[in-house]
């Protein structure tokens, strides 16, 4: 199992930048898939980027990609989404998600691929 704790989450004006960290528990994090997803008020919670266990493969919501990055380093046990340019419809909760499944065409964008969740850290961004 992998326990997820998130943090750096904040309130900012629109155009600035935040980087949320997960920091992952165990020792095997570098076997782990990671995800970020997000949540808005009323809202069903949607894939904001990935990346695979070794880092060399992310993926990115259109509606981030450009402006967010995700990187992890598994020496710290830790994934980042580093966020640029924010607007304020990227307000949201936001959770970091893990998976130990690993296969060609894995599904990183949809929720039931992760198995494991933190507690959510909340980004609020004023226009």
């Known amino acids: 199992q992998v326990q997820l704790v998130e943090s750096g989450g904040g309130l900012v004006q629109a155009g600035g930048s935040l980087r949320l960290s997960c920091a992952a528990s165990?020792?095997?994090?570098?076997?782990?898939?990671m995800g970020w997803f997000r949540q808005a008020p009323g809202k069903e919670r949607e894939f904001v980027a990935s990346i695979n266990s070794s880092g060399g493969g992310t993926y990115y919501a259109a509606t981030v990609k450009g402006r967010f990055t995700i990187s992890r380093d598994n020496a710290k046990n830790t994934v980042y989404l580093q966020m640029n340019s924010l607007k304020p419809e990227d307000t949201a909760l936001y959770y970091c998600?893990?998976?130990?499944?690993?296969?060609?065409?894995?599904?990183?964008?949809?929720?039931?691929?992760?198995?494991?969740w933190g507690q959510g850290t909340q980004v609020t961004v004023s226009s």
């Open positions: 998600a893990a998976t130990d499944e690993d296969y060609i065409g894995i599904p990183v964008y949809t929720r039931n691929t992760y198995q494991y």
């Open positions: 165990g020792r095997t994090f570098s076997r782990y898939g």
